[in-house]
């Protein structure tokens, strides 16, 4: 062997001894790789805790990184999600790793299999915590619920649990998608095989109720089932804990013959009775189990808990009732006031552009969407521009933690929650009977009364503002910029407006003024453009004047917005004062009283923002309101 070695020449020697060095290194590092663990997802998760592992990535983290010491806070420096930041290092983020086991992309769709027909629909959808308002009503809906279900039997073997809202209000909607649900199936088997669907069907409202017992694979035996669902007459909507009960009973569905894919669609027009208690624990539940949630629902109420429906009853009469059907977003952040200039109910109505914060958030969670089927408020928005002002869907605890970390949101939320007791605030009077002086004194003292309890009500509601006012430059956040200016534009407005109104009256009772023309006998006190400062004084100039600048900069900064909408608004209706007469016929049909109907302004109460003007004249029979 030494002679054979001796013949070789020397850069072969060297070859041999490197390759006798690297061979044995080489199994070592394959030996190394292949001993790794599998990374499972529950171990990811215990790394920073459940709740905050879906919406890092959607939070802007510049605000907390500003670096400015201040003590107000700067937006969202929460410091779960810097504790999150340190755990994920320098590698991928921990919610990236998640997203690719809990949601993978999918495979290409065979181009066989007919897509719905809106070209939306057919995109991966990548972004999660929002809502998608689907073009087509039902219709569209049931396309992208299609196009899901497809998706997801591309992937594995499916199970698709289909949860039905039993209320009288959605009568309506469940029976379209009864009438669309052989369609469904009869795509999804046209585009491909479907040995492995199954699907669950549940009806809930204060109870739960299986129209299933079991999963079945053909369809046509629930038709009939589902037409006949039994409407829930109870107004309660325990959909949370009808969801528990679901992933709870199929959760491990035929587990051993392999993995299955389980989704959820959940019908529904309200937010549900039981998201306070159950929402945390379905959230857990549904991430553990793999079902992925969507909700096929109504838009919510912009800054409103209530909503309506339209509802007819079986002798043809109509009217409007109300429903839960929001907020948007898990804390108040609009002020409920009432609305100088009269008359329009719709401004109760609007749009918020996304599902109620508990559902959506669900959807959000589980990697499914809330689908904006039924948009019926009169005013809605563009989704591209409110996507910038999207309602934070993370855990409410957190939110509560962020939000105490800034004065002004702190101030915010609580002068909105000062707002939603339910109190009055009552109408000003306008006009004001003076056949003489000691008359005109008499209502004036009469109308300055209520004004006065208004007035300090307003008064402590801006005091809770304005004590924050310094630390509004702190928010980053275009949702919480526009609520916060708009709330401060009406108050600073609305604050105006009574204390000059006080100011006037106690003017007139001091020195009543005379009429140029001696036919006349009533003072009408009216909007004006300018405020008199000699009456009222400067300071109600001053929180005049800055109304302007405050509901100014939220339609030059938000337009195209609710914000915007609801501060030109306030901004139509002068904020001075002036006085003016006229003449009353004692028979009631005097000039004033022709004229002055339409050109009276009032006030819109909160609780009187409703649509009456648009339901036919009652007729004299009683009729019992079905609870929706």
């Not at 993978?104 to 915590?129: N, Q």
């Not at 669907?197 to 079991?214: F, H, M, N, Q």
């Not at 401004?347 to 959000?364: E, F, K």
């Not at 056949?435 to 008064?459: C, G, H, S, T, W």
Request: hydrophobic residues 35%; aromatic residues 8%.
């Amino acid at each position: 062997m030494s002679k054979q070695l001796a013949s070789v020449p020397a850069i072969g020697v060297s070859l041999l001894v490197n390759l006798s060095m690297l061979i044995p290194l080489n199994f070592v590092l394959m030996s190394a790789e292949s001993s790794e663990p599998v990374a499972e997802i529950t171990s990811l998760a215990d790394e920073v805790g459940q709740e905050e592992l879906s919406f890092e990535s959607m939070i802007p983290t510049s605000s907390s990184q500003s670096g400015d010491g201040s003590s107000d806070g700067a937006g969202l420096a929460g410091g779960t999600l810097v504790a999150a930041a340190d755990v994920a290092g320098t590698g991928p983020a921990i919610e990236e790793r998640i997203e690719a086991v809990v949601i993978p992309d999918a495979p290409r769709i065979a181009a066989t299999i007919p897509l719905p027909s809106d070209a939306r629909l057919t995109a991966k959808v990548a972004i999660r915590g929002t809502s998608d308002k689907v073009v087509g009503g039902v219709q569209g809906t049931m396309d992208r619920i299609t196009h899901e279900i497809r998706q997801s039997l591309e992937e594995r073997q499916t199970l698709v649990m289909w949860m039905f809202d039993a209320s009288g209000s959605l009568k309506d909607r469940r029976n379209a998608v009864t009438e669309r649900f052989e369609n469904i199936y009869k795509q999804l088997s046209d585009g491909g095989p479907t040995d492995g669907l199954y699907t669950a069907v549940v009806s809930y409202g204060e109870k739960t109720e299986l129209i299933t017992p079991d999963p079945v694979k053909d369809i046509k035996s629930i038709i009939q089932p589902i037409r006949h669902m039994k409407v829930d007459e109870s107004g309660i909507e325990n959909v949370f804990t009808a969801v528990r009960l679901a992933v709870d009973k199929w959760k491990q569905f035929k587990r051993t013959d392999g993995k299955w894919n389980k989704v959820m669609f959940i019908v529904t027009d309200e937010r549900g009775d039981d998201a306070e208690s159950q929402l945390e624990d379905v959230i857990s539940l549904c991430k553990r189990s793999g079902v992925r949630v969507y909700v096929v629902g109504n838009a919510a109420v912009f800054g409103q808990k209530l909503g309506y429906v339209r509802w007819k009853y079986e002798d043809g009469f109509e009217e409007d009732i109300e429903v839960d059907q929001g907020p948007e977003s898990a804390f108040p952040e609009g002020l409920q006031l009432p609305n100088w200039g009269g008359g329009d109910w719709r401004t109760g109505r609007i749009s918020a552009s996304y599902g109620p914060y508990a559902l959506t958030r669900l959807c959000a969670e589980t990697g499914g969407r809330y689908l904006i089927t039924d948009d019926t408020h009169r005013r809605q928005y563009d989704a591209d521009v409110m996507r910038e002002y999207a309602p934070d869907y993370r855990p409410v605890r957190i939110q509560e933690t962020e939000i105490s970390k800034n004065v002004a949101k702190v101030a915010l939320v609580r002068a909105a929650e000062m707002t939603l007791q339910g109190e009055r605030f009552e109408v000003p009077q306008l006009e004001f009977p003076a056949e003489n002086d000691n008359r005109l004194r008499e209502e004036v003292n009469k109308a300055q009364m209520p004004v006065a309890k208004v007035f300090y009500r307003i008064d402590e509601l801006f005091k809770v503002l304005k004590d924050a006012e310094k630390a509004r430059n702190t928010i980053k956040e275009p949702r919480w910029r526009a609520s916060f200016d708009l709330a401060m534009g009406r108050l600073l407005a609305m604050h105006a407006r009574y204390d000059g109104y006080n100011r006037m009256l106690a003017d007139m009772k001091v020195s009543p003024k005379t009429f140029k023309d001696p036919k006349n006998n009533v003072w009408r006190i009216v909007p004006s453009k300018e405020i008199d400062i000699a009456k009222v004084g400067p300071l109600v100039k001053q929180r005049g004047d800055a109304a302007k600048v405050y509901l100014s900069r939220v339609i030059d900064e938000h337009p195209g917005t609710p914000w915007a909408d609801l501060a030109a608004r306030e901004l139509r209706t002068e904020i001075g004062w002036a006085w003016q007469e006229g003449f009353r016929d004692p028979t009631g049909n005097g000039q004033m009283a022709r004229n002055g109907a339409n050109n009276t302004p009032r006030l819109l109460l909160a609780d009187e923002n409703r649509p009456q003007q648009m339901q036919r004249p009652r007729e004299e029979k009683e009729r019992v309101k079905p609870k929706l």
